[in-house]
């Protein structure tokens, strides 16, 4: 229990910390797969510890998705601009994407194939984030489910939750973040995480 408040307490105080970041235009920014690198995340204040969110979500290893995520942000899954490979992708091997790093859509995607979202021939065609973008029907903030693609401005994740109203209606993800075309597997603070915030576009996909 101290360790849930602990945890819960700095979560709540990163968040705050964001919030005034945000309010001056110095909020950071995830990492993703788009033409132009993003900068490191230097306050992840919207991540989630894995003991925390399985505390808030009791019971939600279960499904592919959920399994994977927790699997994931659990290990040091690392990211790896360009990975995983296309094979690790169409087989939807999560262990194998650990071993090889992933960048978001790379991660997302070997997800979706692994929970049988999309297939691996849909995961191969449109691989990228602006392909997934363009590939796939939009679904309102509060519709979005688990498995559904949350999209950012040069970044994509993975949705784990039901629609969360103190997140005016976003769901936590499970996002391959904090990388630029620089880093391959070579930065710790640079990977799969949970997150826990609702800066993301108002639409997902898929």
């Known amino acids: 229990i ?21 309010f001056f235009g110095l909020s950071p920014i995830d990492g993703g797969d788009s033409s132009e690198d993003m900068e490191l995340l230097t306050v992840p204040s919207s991540v989630v510890p894995v003991d925390l969110f399985l505390s808030l979500f009791p019971g939600f290893v279960g499904s592919d998705v959920r399994t994977s995520a927790v699997k994931m942000a659990s290990y040091p899954c690392l990211y ?9 992708i169409q087989k939807g091997d999560i262990d194998a994407l650990c071993k090889e790093g992933g960048d978001c859509s790379g991660a997302t995607l070997t997800m979706a194939v692994k929970a049988g979202v999309v297939t691996p021939e849909w995961a191969t065609k449109y691989r990228g984030v602006s392909n997934m973008a363009a590939n796939c029907d939009s679904v309102p903030i509060g519709s979005q489910k688990p498995g559904d693609f949350a999209l950012y401005s040069g970044h994509v994740a993975m949705v784990l939750t039901e629609p969360q109203a103190d997140l005016s209606q976003h769901s936590y993800v499970l996002s391959m973040s904090g990388g630029n075309s620089s880093v391959h597997g070579d ?17 997902f996909i898929c």
Do not use: F, H
């Not at 930065?187 to 639409?203: E, Q």
């Open 187 to 203: 930065n710790p603070l640079a990977k799969a995480k949970i997150l826990r915030n609702d800066t993301y576009r108002t639409d």
């Open 80 to 88: 790896s601009w360009g990975g995983p490979s296309t094979e690790t």
């Open 2 to 22: 101290k360790q849930w408040i602990k945890s819960s307490l700095s979560l709540a105080l990163a968040m705050l910390l964001n919030k005034i970041l945000s």
